[in-house]
């Protein structure tokens, strides 16, 4: 079982659609949970950020914890045609290594 | 401030020839990663300097894989010989400082190889 399992997409959605983005991780010693997003050619960019278990709220976007189900998800409202992107889920717990899902590729269609 | 830089962006060679990757860091970050992205795969650890030193070096797939990290600063990652399964997106990322809970990492924009 990979540790971190994230439904690649891709995604297309109309703009102003709400987005939801979803990985399940297996280990529970993962202890904080980032998003990611990267553009084409481009490296991976910190989105969002969250130790525990609850909502976290920036802008347009919520990250969301679940650590009784080992679930993360991503919301993003209004969404744009800049946020056409792959967003990638990443676990980390205390060594410093993070483990990544394979990312979902997503367009918004203006 | 300057973000993670990675040279080259892009590199094709030959099975069996060698190719070395550079990474500079942001500037006063002491931890350095290496990430790596094999096609169709999930970006993968690799190792994890902190100053010169090898913290964490699990994810080397094998010898053939050599990293340096010389007083601190830029890091390379050499691979001598290159086989066919070494091609992918090597990323590098840096964060301020070791042990510090969950520091953030940032990535550079990764260095694509081809090895035909």
């Known amino acids: 079982q990979k540790e971190v399992e994230q439904d690649p997409g891709p995604l297309s959605v109309p703009e102003g659609a709400i987005v939801s983005l979803n990985c399940t991780y297996s280990?529970?010693?993962?202890?904080?949970f980032m998003w990611y997003r990267q553009y084409s050619r481009k490296g991976p960019e910190l989105l969002m950020y969250t130790y525990s278990s609850g909502n976290k709220e920036d802008g347009r976007f919520t990250a969301q914890v679940d650590k009784s189900s080992k679930y993360i998800s991503l919301f993003i409202r209004d969404s744009q045609p800049s946020d056409s992107a792959t967003y990638l889920c990443?676990?980390?717990?205390?060594?410093?290594?993070?483990?990544f899902g394979k990312g979902t590729k997503l367009t918004v269609n203006p | 401030e300057a973000g993670v830089t990675q040279f080259p962006s892009h590199s094709v060679i030959e099975k069996g020839q060698t190719v070395t990757l550079r990474c500079d860091p942001i500037?006063?970050?002491?931890?350095l990663y290496w990430y790596r992205r094999v096609m169709g795969k999930e970006i993968k650890f690799l190792l994890h300097f902190v100053k010169e030193s090898k913290q964490d070096e699990s994810g080397m797939p094998n010898n053939r894989f050599l990293a340096e990290r010389t007083g601190g600063t830029y890091s390379t990652l050499k691979v001598q010989p290159a086989e066919l399964e070494d091609s992918g997106v090597y990323f590098c990322a840096s964060s301020y400082r070791q042990g510090a809970f969950g520091e953030t990492q940032y990535f550079g924009p990764g260095t694509r190889l081809l090895v035909l």
């Open positions: 280990n529970s010693a993962f202890q904080y």
């Open positions: 990443a676990i980390g717990s205390g060594s410093e290594k993070l483990v």
């Open positions: 500037s006063g970050h002491d931890n």
